[in-house]
């Protein structure tokens, strides 16, 4: 009975790889259908529903910033791999836009969990802008053992938002890790913003100064172009007046 059933079971292993390849090319011919949008998600996760729509991760389509970069580049595939969920680079489509919560997650019921900072890297690599991926990685925090969403998602909020609580998570000691010392740090960046709108509103001052400069500098050459233009006529009378006046003697 045992040698019998041999044969079968290796026609039934056979069978099921070629299955298994077959279904393999299906799955991946019909990528874009296994996403199922960010409201699925909301039915049992309103609240993180409601942080991600406020986020940047929402918007990375539809921001006019990046739209204005899009097209002025001719609108190139490369930018949907990050801007939209789903992209099949073989067809140029995708399921929906901006990055949603299948872009980390997977798609369908897959709700994979990764908070390793390389799937934030798989994006924020800097091709197209700042490379914030190699700057994390050759900092103090990734040595530390931080990842991304350790500040960027702090108590799990989807808002992508780092809040001072998440930084005096760790720094809590004395020193230049104390709590004061955060805050004293807010207060300066504060200060160093209206700092720069100062300088910015000085800065055109400066420029209508000199565009007041500019334009009296041209009056100025006017008048001493036509000032120059009387002196000379003046002059031709005195000679007209002096050798009409040596003929008539």
């Known amino acids: 009975m045992g040698k019998r059933s041999t044969p079968r079971m290796l026609y039934l292993l056979i069978a099921v790889t070629l299955l298994s390849t077959a279904m393999g090319y299906h799955v991946e011919a019909q990528e874009i259908e296994n996403y199922l949008g960010p409201e699925a998600c909301m039915t049992c996760h309103s609240t993180q529903y409601e942080e991600w729509g406020d986020s940047k991760h929402s918007q990375a389509f539809s921001d006019p910033a990046f739209q204005e970069e899009w097209a002025s ?53 800097g091709e197209y802008g700042k490379n914030r991926f190699e700057e994390f990685s050759e900092g103090t925090h990734f040595d530390s053992g931080v990842t991304c969403s350790d500040c960027h998602m702090y108590e799990e909020s989807h808002r992508m938002e780092i809040e001072s ?12 890790h104390s709590r004061s010392m955060i805050g004293d740090l807010q207060l300066r960046a504060l200060h160093a913003e209206d700092q720069v709108t100062q300088i910015e509103a000085e800065h055109q001052e400066v420029l209508d100064q000199l565009s007041d400069v500019q334009k009296r500098a041209a009056l100025v050459g006017q008048l001493t172009y036509v000032g120059a233009a009387a002196l000379l006529l003046m002059g031709l009378v005195v000679v007209f007046l002096y050798m009409r006046q040596r003929g008539t003697s």
Not at 165 to 176: L, N, S, V
């Open 165 to 176: 609580k998440a930084c005096a998570t760790c720094h809590t000691g004395e020193g230049i």
């Open 73 to 125: 580049k001719g609108n190139p595939d490369d930018c949907l791999q990050c801007h939209t969920t789903g992209f099949d680079s073989s067809s140029g489509d995708y399921a929906f836009e901006g990055v949603t919560c299948e872009s980390c997650h997977g798609a369908g019921l897959t709700m994979a969990v990764d908070t390793s900072p390389e799937l934030c890297g798989s994006c924020h690599t």
